[in-house]
Structure formats: structure tokens, C-alpha cells
């Protein structure tokens, strides 16, 4: 079984900082890709970023020079570096990851989601 861990959501105020850090556990043989993904209120579900294993990074167009992905392919991380936040930023934030886990099928799994509200 795999799990996605997210952390560093919360309240910050308009132009703050944030950083979210998501661990992947369990049974993992590799993982192709991680990324965040965001649901803001009312909204589908949307792209924020996404990263490979060899570091090829993709974001969502409108978030680009302000969101920034990394990953740490050893500790299994993903980290969402958020600045000049804004009130519709405020979304709850998924991370996600393609993960072989007992064979070398991968499936995409879904963390739990943390909150992340800018206030104006």
C-alpha cells in the first residue's frame, strides 16, 4: 500500500509564502512522476506542477514565476514552493505520484489534500 503525506498548508496573507512538502510511504519499487494538483472552491480539480524522476518539470501556465516543484527523489519528496500568494490561490492542495508499488505497474495515487487559504 502506498500513502502521500502533505504538509505545510495554512493561512497566510496576500503576497506571503508558503512551502507544501509531500512524502510518499510504503511498498514503493520506483516513481515515475509526482505533482500538485489544487481544487478550488466550487472548482474541478486543476493542475498546479508536476516533476519527473529526471527533473523535467511542467506547471500550470498561469501559476509560472510563482509556483515552483522540486522533488528529492531519494527521501520520495515533492515540495510546492508557493509566492505572491493571492486570494484565488486559496484551494485545497493534492499531491500526487505515479508509483510502481510490488510489480512494475505503476498507478497513480492521491494524497488527502491540505488546505492552503490566502487572506486579502
Known amino acids: 500500500q502506498v500513502q502521500l503525506v502533505e504538509s505545510g498548508g495554512g493561512l497566510v496573507q496576500t503576497g506571503g509564502s508558503l512551502r507544501l512538502s509531500c512524502t510518499a510511504e510504503?511498498?514503493?519499487?520506483?516513481?515515475?512522476?509526482m505533482g500538485w494538483y489544487r481544487q478550488l472552491p466550487g472548482k474541478q480539480r486543476e493542475l498546479v506542477a508536476t516533476?519527473?524522476?529526471?527533473?523535467?518539470?511542467n506547471y500550470a501556465d498561469s501559476l509560472k514565476g510563482r509556483f515552483t516543484i522540486s522533488g528529492d527523489n531519494a527521501k520520495k519528496m515533492v515540495y510546492l514552493e508557493m509566492n505572491d500568494l493571492r486570494p484565488e490561490d486559496t484551494a485545497v492542495y493534492y499531491c500526487?505520484?505515479?508509483?510502481?508499488?510490488?510489480?512494475?505497474?505503476?498507478?497513480?495515487?492521491w494524497g488527502q489534500g491540505t488546505q492552503v487559504t490566502v487572506s486579502s
Open positions: 500526487n505520484a505515479n508509483v510502481a508499488s510490488g510489480s512494475w505497474k505503476f498507478d497513480l495515487y
Open positions: 510504503g511498498r514503493i519499487l520506483s516513481i515515475s512522476t
Open positions: 516533476i519527473t524522476s529526471s527533473g523535467n518539470t
